[in-house]
């Protein structure tokens, strides 16, 4: 069975240009969750979406989005890029049916901003 | 609104010591908790978790935690490390009631062998 893919693995961007992740989740997940992990900071939550629809939303500015295909393949993009968007973007997957689901991890796209 | 609190960023022991991490979380409501480790170079993956039941929750490679609900803790435990065991550890919770599961700040361990 095939594990989360995220794609691009790397990306190297500039102050002021968009940028668009992607993460296919593991078949048979519907829900797919992004976290934003930075030294010292952790795993910040940014969104949970299960089946096309945005369920959980994080405390990031409007300029963090993302959405889900129906297929449950899910892009995150993020807008006007500034300096402190420099992270390791994480995609999680889970079926989405019960809360005492695990996440299972992809291994992230590292996006520098110039 | 939920958090998590891990209260030590970087850890260092040599073989054979005991390991203890602290976990503090905040939120108005039942939970479930959760352990993760990302070893150098591979995936996060989960160590262990709790939703129901003895407090007292086993998991992989010998390790194990324990939930006070009093304390609002979890915190995770191991007898006697490994070189192998040098990683991050990030402590989770998820409300009963939802699907955002919010991590602590990770705690990284580093075993000298």
């Known amino acids: 069975k095939a594990g989360v893919t995220q794609t691009p693995r790397y990306l190297i961007k500039t102050r002021g240009q968009q940028v668009t992740l992607s993460c296919s989740p593991i078949s048979g997940h519907r829900s797919v969750s992004w976290y934003q992990q930075t030294p010292g900071q952790g795993l910040q939550f940014l969104f949970e979406y299960f089946s096309e629809t945005q369920r959980n939303k994080g405390n990031f500015p409007g300029r963090f989005s993302g959405r889900q295909f129906s297929n449950s393949r899910s892009e995150m993009n993020v807008s006007t890029l500034e300096l402190g968007d420099s992270a390791l973007y994480l995609c999680?997957?889970?079926?989405?049916?019960?809360?005492?689901?695990?996440?299972?991890f992809g291994s992230g796209t590292q996006l520098s901003v110039l | 609104a939920q958090s998590v609190s891990q209260h030590n960023h970087h850890v260092i022991l040599s073989e054979a010591a005991s390991l203890e991490l602290g976990c503090n979380y905040s939120y108005g409501g039942t939970v479930n908790l959760f352990w993760y480790v990302q070893y150098p170079g591979q995936h996060l993956q989960l160590l262990l978790k709790y939703f129901s039941g003895d407090p007292l929750v086993k998991g992989i490679k010998g390790f194990e935690a324990e939930f006070i609900k009093s304390k609002f803790s979890f915190n995770l435990r191991k007898p006697s490390v490994q070189w192998s065991d040098t990683a991050e550890y990030f402590c989770?919770?998820?409300?009963?009631?939802?699907?955002?599961?919010?991590f602590g700040a990770g705690t990284r361990l580093f075993v000298k062998a």
């Open positions: 989770a919770v998820k409300g009963t009631g939802g699907f955002k599961t919010i």
């Open positions: 999680a997957s889970s079926f989405g049916t019960a809360t005492n689901e695990k996440l299972f």
